[in-house]
Nanobody, 115 residues
Framework: QVQVVESGGGLVQPGGSLRLSCAAS????????MGWYRQAPGKQRELVAA???????NYADSVKGRFTISRDNAKNTVYLQMNSLKPEDTAVYYC?????????WGQGTQVTVSS
């Protein structure tokens, strides 16, 4: 079993920034990839950004140029830096850790972008 814990959500005004953190209970090099997903009310969960064990990244078109995923191997933590936030970024953000045979999800953290 792998524990994945998100933190850093909150309320921010449009144009503001937030940094989400995702702490894993395993060393990051043992995880195929870690990703951030989000789910807004009434919508399906969607990929926001992902990073593989060798550092390759992938972003949704809607966040390219605004969000950056990164990792700190020493802390077993992946970050999502979110800049220039928009109201449409409001959602519950989930982190996951993908292995070859299983995927583990965190409980999610709420991000609300509103004036």
């Amino acid at each position: 079993q792998v524990q994945v814990v998100e933190s850093g959500g909150g309320l921010v005004q449009p144009g503001g920034s937030l940094r989400l953190s995702c702490a894993a209970s395993r060393r990051l090099f043992s995880i195929s990839s870690m990703g951030w997903y989000r789910q807004a009310p009434g919508k399906q969960r969607e990929l926001v950004a992902a990073i593989t064990s060798d550092g390759n990244t992938n972003y949704a078109d809607s966040v390219k140029g605004r969000f950056t995923i990164s990792r700190d191997n020493a802390k077993n933590t992946v970050y999502l830096q979110m800049n220039s936030l928009k109201p449409e970024d409001t959602a519950v953000y989930y982190c996951n850790a993908k292995f070859t045979i299983a995927t583990y999800w965190g409980q999610g953290t709420q991000v609300t972008v509103s004036s």
